[in-house]
């Protein structure tokens, strides 16, 4: 079975870049079809959608977030990255890595997920 484990620095300033890894076990990103993608949860709102790297390495992101976003692939070690720069007000948001198995009405759908990491954005 599948495995995702997300991984961050846990404290950022608002003038840094975020960023996090996901690290897959069980079975390969470049695997054909697959999108691996991350999900955001800020307190008290429901889950975002962020981007997603394909199994070819394709990119593809949130309109809200174009510009400001990038994942990333490192295909050796089985994992993929997101980039983030931290212009956002402060606060503390909880990350995920998912693997995106379609979509339903144009919305993915995710079947597999990482157990979450929370980051925190300080001044």
């Known amino acids: 079975q599948v495995h995702l484990q997300e991984s961050g620095p846990g404290l950022v300033k608002p003038s840094q870049t975020l960023s996090l890894t996901c690290t897959v076990s069980?079975?390969?990103?470049?695997?054909?079809?697959?999108?691996w993608s991350w999900i955001r949860q800020p307190p008290g709102k429901g889950l975002e959608w962020m981007g997603a790297?394909?199994?070819?390495?394709?990119?593809d992101y949130s309109p809200s977030l174009k510009g400001r976003t990038s994942i990333s692939r490192d295909t050796s070690n089985n994992q993929f990255a997101l980039q983030l720069s931290t212009v956002t007000p402060e606060g503390t948001d909880v990350y995920y890595c998912?693997?995106?198995?379609?979509?339903?009405?144009?919305?993915?759908?995710?079947?597999?997920w990482g157990q979450g990491t929370q980051d925190t954005v300080s001044s």
């Open positions: 790297i394909a199994y070819s390495g394709s990119t």
């Open positions: 998912a693997r995106e198995q379609g979509r339903l009405m144009g919305d993915p759908v995710f079947g597999s």
């Open positions: 069980g079975g390969s990103i470049t695997t054909n079809y697959y999108y």
